[in-house]
């Protein structure tokens, strides 16, 4: 089963970019999708409901704005929205698919204000909670998103000037290190070793891009039972240098445990 994130940066504009030759390209069997900021009737039917995929959207209340959703080419059961009943931003989407439980995440982004990043702090808080009982479980658990906060030093070019910058407070990359000693596995990382990079999203500034100064901000995490069927995984720098200013992320899982 391969599986990619991304954060498209507005699925109209992804979509006038390329898209669906990025997709194509890729091949994933589950599509998670964040910043989708789109209400499906707002999209062209083959867009809302393209040939070949069953589609479930969590769109924020407020139009234009964040957004989630996961395309799967096998037919899945939505789980759940949102961390509790309450989603008004459309942050979290659950699926079932193939005996497999899959999350599209986008934490919020402190980074517009001091307001937003006690929205970003609460969040993280409440997503502990949520995310703790679902490392336990016995079948494979895959969350994949914009978590929109550098782990280390490896995952942001400019770590020295960016410490005091939402996104790589120490607090922040404390909080998802805790994710990580607690039981779940950046395949990411794990794929790439202790190298520099690579980056998942760049700034339009600078020529970040063009020059490969970015941050690694979107993720593939599992639990124990995903990681006995993680198989290979990757960063397609490509989207985000033409699609979005993210780029996707995949990993592959085997069909069975090796155990």
Do not use: C
Not at 9 to 23: Q, S, T
Not at 102 to 122: F, H, N, T
Not at 144 to 164: C, M, P, Q, V, W
Not at 184 to 211: C, K, M, T, V
């Amino acid at each position: 089963m391969r599986i990619t994130t991304w954060n498209v940066n507005g699925l109209r504009a992804a979509i006038k970019k390329g898209f669906a030759e990025i997709i194509e390209e890729i091949s994933p069997d589950v599509l998670l999708l964040q910043e989708t900021r789109v209400l499906p009737e707002q999209l062209p039917n083959e867009w809302s409901q393209p040939d070949g995929w069953h589609v479930h959207w969590n769109s924020a209340e407020r139009k234009g704005y964040s957004g989630t959703a996961v395309w799967s080419r096998q037919p899945m059961k939505v789980l759940g929205t949102g961390l509790n009943a309450d989603d008004p931003e459309g942050r979290v989407l659950s699926i079932l698919t193939q005996g497999v439980e899959i999350a599209s995440v986008y934490l919020p982004s402190g980074s517009a204000s001091d307001e937003r990043q006690q929205v970003k702090e609460q969040w993280m808080a409440e997503f502990r909670s949520w995310a703790d009982p679902l490392k336990r479980k016995r079948r494979p658990v895959v969350l994949g998103g914009d978590l929109n906060i550098a782990h280390t030093e490896k995952d942001i070019f400019y770590a020295k000037s960016n410490r005091n910058t939402s996104g790589f407070l120490a607090h922040e990359r404390e909080w998802i290190g805790e994710l990580f000693e607690a039981g779940w596995n950046d395949f990411i990382r794990q794929h790439y070793g202790d190298i520099q990079g690579p980056y998942s999203w760049w700034s339009n500034r600078g020529r970040a891009r063009e020059l490969d100064r970015g941050w690694r901000i979107d993720y593939l995490i599992g639990n124990r039972a995903a990681a006995k069927r993680i198989q290979s995984a990757s960063i397609h720098r490509g989207g985000g240098l033409t699609v979005s200013d993210h780029a996707p992320v995949t990993i592959d899982l085997s069909e069975d445990s090796l155990e």
